[in-house]
């Protein structure tokens, strides 16, 4: 069993739905989750980071936390053909040297 | 502009040959790290290095080897080339301050082995 699961989609949705994209995780020593975007022959992006469980909120974007549940989702409002990309989830295990363990990534086209 | 630099963006090259790819970081980050990705797959970790003079070995074994002389610098290099390198190879950096642990990545290299 991987450490981290992702659905890899590919998922298609129209232009203006929300987004909703999930990880889940088996080691509870995992605190701190991150979110990358990979647009294609790109390197990945930070979009958010978190280390707490509840909500985070940056603009369209929603970083949520539930280290009982050992879930994390990225919530995408009003999303755009601009949104279009590979998304990562990301965990960092507390005294693992700040190494990232990454999921396997969900591929999100929004259509106009 | 504090960024992370990846040479060359592409390369097609022969089978046994010997290539470096470059990557350089202008953020002064202590900690680098080499990917390996392949397409519509997830990455995987195969170098990481914490500061000068010092290298490991990820979680994918890889024949390639990584050296950390200067801190901004974090080549790999692969001593014989062939097929089954083909792929890409981002490189990242970080810092360990507790308000961003996130990692910069590069724009990738990447490698074709023919």
């Known amino acids: 069993q991987k450490e981290v699961e992702q659905d890899p989609g590919p998922l298609s949705v129209p232009e203006g739905a929300i987004v909703s994209l999930n990880c889940t995780y088996s080691?509870?020593?995992?605190?701190?989750f991150m979110w990358y975007r990979q647009y294609s022959r790109k390197g990945p992006e930070l979009l958010m980071y978190?280390?707490?469980?509840g909500n985070k909120e940056d603009g369209r974007f929603t970083a949520q936390v539930d280290k009982s549940s050992k879930y994390i989702s990225l919530f995408i409002r009003d999303s755009q053909p601009s949104d279009s990309a590979t998304y990562l989830c990301?965990?960092?295990?507390?005294?693992?040297?700040?190494?990232?363990?990454f999921g396997t990534g969900t591929q999100l086209k929004v259509e106009l | 502009e504090a960024d992370i630099y990846q040479t060359p963006r592409y390369l097609v090259i022969g089978t046994g040959k010997k290539i470096t790819l470059e990557c350089s970081q202008t953020?002064?980050?202590?900690?680098m790290y080499w990917y390996q990705q392949d397409p519509g797959m997830e990455l995987h970790l195969i170098h990481y290095?914490?500061?000068?003079?010092?290298?490991e070995k990820g979680d994918l074994s890889s024949e390639s080897t990584v050296s950390r002389i200067r801190t901004e610098h974090f080549p790999l290099t692969l001593e014989s080339a062939r097929p089954s390198h083909t792929s890409q190879y981002l490189c990242?950096?970080?810092?360990?301050?507790?308000?961003?642990?996130?990692?910069?990545f590069g724009s990738g290299t990447r490698l074709t082995v023919v």
């Open positions: 990242a950096s970080s810092d360990e301050t507790g308000a961003n642990y996130g990692y910069t």
């Open positions: 080691n509870s020593a995992f605190q701190y």
């Open positions: 978190t280390y707490s469980s």
């Open positions: 990301a965990l960092i295990l507390t005294g693992g040297g700040n190494k990232l363990t």
């Open positions: 953020m002064g980050h202590d900690k």
């Open positions: 290095s914490y500061g000068v003079n010092s290298t």
